[in-house]
T-cell receptor, first 118, second 115 residues
């Protein structure tokens, strides 16, 4: 597709379970970001990949959260031992250049994965 | 600590009127200020952005005004239309030196344009 694709669009799980959320960025975009958006709030930065490596994971709230991007394209956000407070929309975004403030610096967001932890 | 404060939380404007949304930031290291538009069930989409070396940027009906000394910036939507009804987020970005270009978002403003 032409845009950032995220699956699943909705995920309901029970407290304590493990969850994986997938992001397929725009082809050719080397930078990939994960954000979390709670109800009534703006997106909150979680982690940034440049290629295969996590260049900045300072936004991950704790060690239950982990993300990978093994081949520099698709990324998976993994949440262990889910808690009710993890309920939110998890947004993935990609851009052509994630580093320098060049050109537009525009982030292209997917529609998000809505996670509900019961 | 909220680094980007956005107001108002909600806004109702008559069709054809001017919508104004304000943001203030604290961190003087921010050097990129975009506005994103989000429709229900969709991800945010870039609307317009400004860098601190200019005080105003206009694209069609959308204008950003930027006041570096006051650390404030605002979005003006001229001739507001019902199709502009959405949630608007201001953001501030900084190059962290780790190759990361991070955006810190405001809490959003829900705009309703009534016919």
């Amino acid at each position: 597709g032409a845009g950032v694709s995220q699956t699943p669009s909705n995920k309901v799980t029970e407290k304590g379970k493990y969850v994986e959320l997938r992001c397929d960025p725009i082809s050719g975009h080397t930078a990939l970001y994960w954000y979390r958006q709670s109800l009534g709030q703006g997106p909150e930065f979680l982690i940034y990949f440049q290629g295969t490596g996590a260049a900045d994971d300072s936004g991950l709230p704790n060690d239950r959260f982990f993300a990978v991007r093994p081949e520099g394209s698709v990324s998976t956000l993994k949440i262990q031992r889910t808690e009710r407070g993890d309920s939110a929309v998890y947004l993935c975004a990609s851009s052509i250049s994630g580093g320098a403030l060049s050109g537009t610096g525009e982030l292209f967001f997917g529609e998000g994965s809505r996670l509900t932890v019961l | 600590q909220q680094q980007v404060k956005q107001s108002p939380q909600s806004l109702i404007v008559q069709k054809g009127g001017i919508s104004i949304i304000n943001c203030a930031y604290e961190n003087t290291a921010f050097d990129y200020f975009p506005w994103y538009q989000q429709f229900p069930g969709k991800g945010p989409a870039l609307l317009i952005a400004i860098r601190p070396d200019v005080s105003e940027k206009k694209e069609g009906r959308f204008t950003i005004s930027f006041n570096k000394s006051a650390k404030q910036f605002s979005l003006h939507i001229m001739d507001s239309q019902p199709g502009d009804s959405a949630t608007y987020f201001c953001a501030a970005g900084t190059y962290s030196g780790a190759g990361s270009y991070q955006l810190t978002f405001g809490k959003g403003t829900k705009l309703s344009v009534i016919p």
